[in-house]
C-alpha cells in the first residue's frame, strides 16, 4: 500500500516557475511508475508527465513538454514536477499518481485507470 503526499502549489503569475513535490510511503517505491495529472474547474482529468521506476525513460503531454520537466528521487522516496514558463491555461488541481502495475513507458501511462494511488492534489493558479 502507497500513500502519496502533494506539496508545491500556489499562486504565482505567468512567466513563474514552481516546483511540486509527492512524498510517497512503502518501501517498494522505486518498484512504481509515478505520473502527475491535472485537472482544471470543468474539465476532465488529463495526464501531464510519467517517469519510469529508474528514472530513465520519461513521458510528457505536448501541452507542457519543453516546460514541465518530472524526477524522481528514489532514495527520499518522493516525486518531482517543475514547472517552468507557467502560463493561465495551467491553472488547475495537480494530482500525484503511482502505479504498481504498468510495466513500461509508453501510451498507457496516459489512462488514469492505470494508476492505483493517488495524492490529494495541489492547487496550483497563474495570474495573467
Known amino acids: 500500500q502507497v500513500q502519496l503526499v502533494e506539496s508545491g502549489g500556489g499562486l504565482v503569475q505567468a512567466g513563474d516557475s514552481l516546483r511540486l513535490s509527492c512524498a510517497a510511503s512503502g518501501p517498494t517505491f522505486s518498484s512504481y511508475v509515478m505520473a502527475w495529472f491535472r485537472q482544471a474547474p470543468g474539465k476532465e482529468r488529463e495526464f501531464v508527465a510519467a517517469?519510469?521506476?529508474?528514472?530513465?525513460?520519461?513521458n510528457y503531454a505536448d501541452s507542457v513538454k519543453g516546460r514541465f520537466t518530472i524526477s524522481r528521487d528514489n532514495a527520499k522516496n518522493t516525486v518531482y514536477l517543475q514547472l517552468n514558463s507557467l502560463k493561465p491555461e495551467d491553472t488547475a488541481v495537480y494530482y500525484c499518481a503511482a502505479s504498481g502495475t504498468i510495466l513500461h513507458i509508453g501510451v498507457g501511462v496516459r489512462i488514469p485507470r492505470e494508476y492505483n494511488y493517488w495524492g490529494q492534489g495541489t492547487q496550483v493558479t497563474v495570474s495573467s
Open positions: 517517469i519510469s521506476w529508474a528514472g530513465s525513460n520519461t
